[in-house]
């Protein structure tokens, strides 16, 4: 059961990701699919954490409790953390945008179903 988490982890990052990708082809309404987005967003970041993630692991620090023969084997890679902390305030900005361009859509054609937005320009 040493890597039961992980795994149940990397499930739930998945899981986000095609739910997300559902609605992302399945929705036509504008909002729903900016929320699509954002599940996908946040099922990615997951997927990133888990692969770093080490099962009893500890702080990549060392010192007398973590030799450093024993660094690779038992610490948690941090980097896969910092990149998440970064992609998730990008994400969130570009997330802010599509809302704000949601918005002006909103205010030009009083609707958020995609088909309206789709003229033909013969």
């Known amino acids: 059961m040493t890597g039961a988490v ?5 499930a739930t990052g998945f899981g986000l990701m095609l739910i997300g990708l559902w609605g992302l082809l399945t929705r036509r309404n504008i909002l729903r699919i900016i929320i699509s ?3 996908i967003d946040t099922g ?21 409790a973590l030799p450093a023969g024993e660094a690779v084997a038992r610490s948690v890679d941090p980097v896969p953390s910092a990149l998440v902390v970064t992609a998730i305030v990008i994400g969130f900005s570009v997330t802010a945008v599509m809302l704000a361009y949601a918005i002006r ?3 030009a054609k009083k609707t958020l179903d995609i088909d ?3 003229e033909q320009k013969w």
Do not use: E, N, R
Not at 6 to 10: A, D, G, P, T, Y
Not at 51 to 56: A, F, H, M, N
């Open 6 to 10: 992980s795994h149940i982890v990397l």
């Open 37 to 39: 987005f954002s599940l």
């Open 44 to 64: 990615v970041h997951i997927v990133m954490v888990a692969t770093g993630y080490v099962t009893g692991g500890t702080a990549p620090i060392l010192d007398a």
């Open 105 to 107: 859509l909103w205010q």
């Open 116 to 118: 309206a937005f789709t």
